[in-house]
């Protein structure tokens, strides 16, 4: 695929997001780590909770740009259809590679994760693409968040007692056990999964988000300039519909509810319309490229940091006579980045120097205009 064919806003908004999502992935310490850069301990929103939901709103607009051009070239529905499943099914197996690197302990697999939930989202949302019309595809996005408000706040959760948001006794977390039998996250001590099966339903409402935005950027009959008024109008609205319904259903990331997807959607709207007014409209491209970069190969970024995130913080160094262990991420940080009189500064420096070091690598392919398609 030739860069100069993608909407560069796009690439630049995917770039970004994926440098955010890589950067707060791997501070050099999690017991000092600004308060932006980790997720809200339950309820609430930070800046980092918003990466996620913002790359699925990301895929929901992709999906309607790469499948319209498909379908006005000749292509049958059928025929994406079995290449969303089959990339899908691709990118969910990279997910299960990174939970098993390096240790490759299959009998502690993890089942749930990040790659696995934007494989399950794409697949789905794709084939409502594909399969339904624009009002049934709304009609789906309604649906999904209120069918998800009205589960986990009025069904009775079995064998533990009424309807609750607690993170080890509310429904999506029985839901996961049930299912998964004990293959979850090592950060719900097995009890739960914030990216479990369950949360994953009310997380299609992220990227269907995408696909509406996808269809206004598409409009034969709509001026580029009405648009993108009608962006910055939905994604207000979105967001104020978020916060009111977060008076009776919190914002909580970790069960994804659905005050959750309004309020992260409508934000991905805005910053998408911004990104795409001064970049696509305005013509403003000037230190952009770093994003392109990433956003050429966003994937690829994703699943390169994941494999040296673990790679480095494996405990592999034998260090002194006494043969202490550390993991190459322990030495760097202790020898190199502890001399820093804020240790919040030194975990922060850790987070970019890891994502520099990606960035140098998606730096040659985007040179050489290279793509890696999963």
């Known amino acids: 695929m030739n860069l100069k064919n993608r909407l560069t806003s796009l690439d630049f908004f995917r770039g970004a997001t994926v440098a955010a999502m890589i950067m707060v992935n791997d501070p050099g310490n999690w017991n000092t780590t600004y308060y932006q850069l980790t997720h ?32 006005e070239k000749g292509k049958s529905k059928k025929e994406l259809a079995q290449k969303a499943l089959k990339r899908g099914a691709i990118i969910f197996s990279l997910g299960l590679f990174l939970n098993v690197f390096p240790s490759f302990n299959f009998s502690e697999l993890r089942i749930p994760g990040v790659l696995q939930r934007i494989a399950l989202v794409y697949v789905i949302c794709s084939l409502l693409y594909l399969y339904a019309s624009r009002k049934g595809q709304l009609l789906w996005f309604l649906l999904v968040l209120v069918g998800y408000y009205v589960v986990m706040t009025y069904v009775p959760v079995p064998g533990i007692g009424a ?10 977390a029985w839901f996961d056990r049930l299912i998964l039998e004990g293959n979850l996250g090592q950060n719900g001590k097995g009890l739960y999964d914030i990216t479990g099966i369950f949360t994953t339903i009310p997380a299609i409402g992220s990227g269907l988000s995408g696909i509406f935005i996808g269809h206004l950027l598409m409009s034969k009959k709509m001026d580029g300039n009405i648009a993108l008024i009608w962006m910055f109008v939905l994604g207000c609205s979105l967001l104020a519909l978020g916060w009111l319904w977060s008076l009776e259903f919190p914002i909580i990331k970790g069960l994804w509810t659905s005050s959750f997807v309004l309020h992260s959607s409508g934000l991905a709207i805005l910053c998408f319309a911004i990104s795409h007014w001064f ?32 790679f480095t913080s494996s405990e592999i160094l034998s260090i002194g006579n006494n043969n202490t262990v ?12 502890m001399a820093a009189p804020d240790p919040y500064v030194s975990s922060l420096a850790y987070s970019v120097i890891n994502t520099l070091l990606i960035f140098a690598l998606i730096w040659v392919l985007y ?8």
């Open 163 to 172: 309807a609750n948001l607690d993170p080890v006794n509310n429904f999506s």
């Open 367 to 374: 040179k050489k205009n290279i793509i890696i398609k999963v």
């Open 40 to 71: 809200a301990e339950w309820e609430g929103c930070t800046a980092t909770d918003l990466i996620f939901p913002f790359f699925l709103f990301i895929v929901g607009v992709s999906i309607t740009l790469a499948f319209s051009r498909a379908l």
């Open 326 to 337: 550390q993991s190459i991420k322990e030495w760097t940080f202790s020898k190199l980045l």
């Open 279 to 310: 970049i696509d409209i305005l013509k403003f491209e000037k230190a952009i490229k770093p994003f392109l970069a990433f956003g050429a190969n966003a994937l690829a970024a994703y699943f390169i940091a994941g494999v040296f995130s673990k």
